[in-house]
C-alpha cells in the first residue's frame, strides 16, 4: 500500500510532471473549448510530439490534456450554444438559456465544480473497482450494445422539446447521414452515388458546427437588434447550499457516467445524454423547467462526462480495450513507450497504473483552478455586439470545420448543414438528435448485424437471446420503459395520477 502511494503522488513531488500535468489541464479546457478541435485531435498530436520522451511525462501531459478538454466543452455551448465536443451537447440545452439570461458566470461556475466532483468519482471508480467494472463491460454482448444504441436515439424524446415525432425524425435524419461512406462490415459503398469524396464518410464534427454554429448564426440575424444581454460575474464559485442540493445529483450521474465510460465504445457522449435524461426523469421540481436554464440540465451531464474519463480508463489499462477514441489513441501512445496495457498491466507494471490514477487527480485539481478563472473574459463573448460577433463565430466555425481534416470540404459539409440546421429550428425541431444520430447510428448498425450473426440469423433465435441473459433482460425492460414513458397514453396516466 505505501509502494502504491508513492507512486500515486509521483506527479505531485516532481516539479517537472507537476508542470506538465498543469500545461496539459490548462491547453485541453482551451482546445475544447474550440470547436472542431477535438480531445482525440489534439492526444494525436501529442504523441508525435511526445514519442521520445520518458514514458510518465508523456502519460501526464496527455492526462491532462484528456481532463481538462472534456471539460472544454461545455463553455462555447454554454456562452455560443455551440459545443465544443459532442459530450457537451445536453450541457447547451440548458446553459445557453442560463446565458441569455445573463447568469453565463454562475452556469461556467457551478459546470466547473460538479465536473471536478464527477472526475473524482470517476478516478475513484478506475482505483477501486476497475476489476469489477471491467468485468461488467466484457458481459456486454452485442445485442447489449444494439438496445444501447437505440436507448440513445429514443432519448431524443427529452430533447426534441416536447414533440417525440420531431425528435424521432431528427434522430432518423442523424442515422440516415451517418451511414453515408463505406458499409462497416462489407466494406461497400452506401449512399455514395459514385462520388469518391462520399466514401469516406461524413464527419459529425462538421455536421456538429453547421448544425450548432452555423445555424445559430442564422437564427441570430432575426435579433440583430437587440442589446447584448450583461452578464453578472460577480459571484462565480457556487454557493455550499447549491452544491449540497445538488450532490445527490451529481453523484447518481456520475454513476451513469463511469458504467457507460467503461463500455467500449459508448464513452463520454452517451454518458451526457443518458445523465440529462436521467436529471429530466428523476428531478420533480426543478430550478427552472428544463431547456429554459434548469441548473439540474447543467449538473447531470457535466458530472457524467467527466466520470466517464475514468471510466473510459478501466478497461484500458485492465482488459487492453478502449473506452473511447480518447482511450484507443492514449492506447497506441503506450504501445510505442514498450507498454502493454491488458490483464498483466497490473501485475507486471503496477506502478505505472497508480502514477495514472496519480496524474488524473492531480489534473482534476487543476481543472478546478484553471476552470474558475478567465470566466469573466469568458463572459464578454456573449456581451459583443451582435454584427461583430455573428461573423466571428462563422469564421471560427470555418477554421475549426477545416482543421478535422485539412479538406475544404468539410467546410463545405458545414455550411449546408447550417442552412439545414436553420430551416430545421425555424419548423421547431431540435438539432442535438440529429448529432446523436449520426454517433449512434454506426454502433446500431454494427451491433444488430453482429448480433445477427452470432444467432445465424435465425429471428426466433435472436429475439430469444433477450431473454438469456440477465444483463440483457434488464436493458431491454429499461428500454420498454423509456419508450413507454414517452407516449401520450403514459402522460395521461401520470396526469390522473
Not at 458566470?105 to 465544480?113: D, N, P, Q, R, S
Request: proline share 5%.
Amino acid at each position: 500500500m505505501i509502494e502504491a502511494l508513492n507512486y500515486f503522488f509521483i506527479s505531485w513531488v516532481d516539479v517537472r510532471l507537476l508542470l506538465l500535468t498543469a500545461a496539459g489541464t490548462f491547453a485541453g479546457i482551451y482546445i475544447g473549448a474550440i470547436p472542431g478541435l477535438s480531445v482525440t485531435m489534439a492526444v494525436s498530436i501529442l504523441i508525435s510530439f511526445t514519442f521520445k520522451w520518458e514514458v510518465n511525462s508523456a502519460l501526464a501531459l496527455i492526462s491532462g490534456i484528456y481532463l481538462g478538454g472534456v471539460y472544454g466543452g461545455s463553455r462555447s455551448a454554454i456562452l455560443l450554444n455551440i459545443p465544443g465536443a459532442p459530450s457537451a451537447i445536453a450541457t447547451g440545452l440548458d446553459g445557453y438559456p442560463l446565458a441569455k439570461r445573463g447568469e453565463a458566470g454562475t452556469a461556467i461556475g457551478l459546470t466547473t465544480v460538479v465536473s471536478v466532483v464527477g472526475g473524482f468519482i470517476g478516478i475513484l471508480a478506475l482505483a477501486v473497482a476497475a476489476p469489477a467494472v471491467a468485468d461488467l463491460a466484457l458481459q456486454f454482448a452485442p445485442r447489449d450494445y444494439l438496445m444501447l444504441a437505440i436507448w440513445g436515439i429514443l432519448l431524443v424524446g427529452s430533447l426534441s422539446g416536447g414533440s417525440l415525432a420531431k425528435g424521432i425524425f431528427a434522430g432518423a435524419l442523424g442515422v440516415l447521414i451517418g451511414s453515408v461512406g463505406l458499409d462497416p462490415m462489407t466494406a461497400e459503398s452506401r449512399f455514395t452515388f459514385g462520388s469518391l469524396q462520399l466514401t469516406a464518410g461524413i464527419s459529425y464534427v462538421a455536421a456538429m458546427i453547421g448544425f450548432f454554429g452555423v445555424a445559430e448564426v442564422l437564427c441570430q440575424l432575426h435579433e440583430l437588434k437587440l442589446q447584448a444581454i450583461k452578464q453578472d460575474v460577480s459571484k462565480i464559485l457556487p454557493s455550499w447550499s447549491l452544491l449540497r442540493k445538488y450532490l445527490p445529483l451529481t453523484a447518481r450521474t456520475s454513476t451513469i457516467g463511469v458504467v457507460v465510460g467503461a463500455l467500449p465504445g459508448a464513452g463520454g457522449d452517451i454518458a451526457a445524454l443518458m445523465a440529462y435524461d436521467h436529471a429530466k426523469r428523476t428531478v420533480k421540481d426543478p430550478s427552472r423547467p428544463f431547456g429554459e436554464g434548469a441548473y439540474e440540465g447543467l449538473v447531470a451531464p457535466e458530472s457524467a462526462n467527466n466520470a466517464a474519463v475514468g471510466g473510459a480508463y478501466i478497461p484500458m489499462l485492465t482488459l487492453g480495450i478502449p473506452g473511447d477514441a480518447v482511450t484507443a489513441v492514449i492506447i497506441g501512445a503506450m504501445y510505442i513507450h514498450g507498454l502493454k496495457p491488458g490483464p498483466m498491466l497490473m501485475v507486471e507494471t503496477p506502478h505505472l497504473f497508480w502514477f495514472i490514477v496519480g496524474s488524473l487527480t492531480l489534473a482534476n485539481i487543476f481543472l478546478l483552478v484553471f476552470g474558475l478563472t478567465g470566466i469573466r473574459l469568458f463572459a464578454k463573448i456573449v456581451e459583443t455586439p451582435k454584427p461583430i460577433l455573428l461573423p466571428v463565430i462563422l469564421v471560427l466555425s470555418a477554421v475549426g470545420a477545416y482543421a478535422i481534416n485539412n479538406n475544404p470540404v468539410d467546410v463545405y459539409w458545414m455550411l449546408g448543414f447550417g442552412v439545414l440546421g436553420y430551416f430545421l429550428k425555424m419548423y421547431g425541431f431540435q438539432v442535438g438528435p440529429v448529432i446523436l444520430g449520426m454517433i449512434l447510428g454506426p454502433l446500431m448498425d454494427k451491433s444488430y448485424r453482429q448480433a445477427m450473426i452470432s444467432a445465424e440469423g435465425n429471428p426466433v433465435q435472436f429475439a430469444g437471446e433477450f431473454f438469456t441473459s440477465p444483463l440483457s433482460l434488464v436493458i431491454l425492460i429499461a428500454l420498454t420503459l423509456t419508450i413507454a414513458s414517452q407516449s401520450t397514453w403514459w402522460k395521461r396516466l401520470r396526469g390522473r395520477a
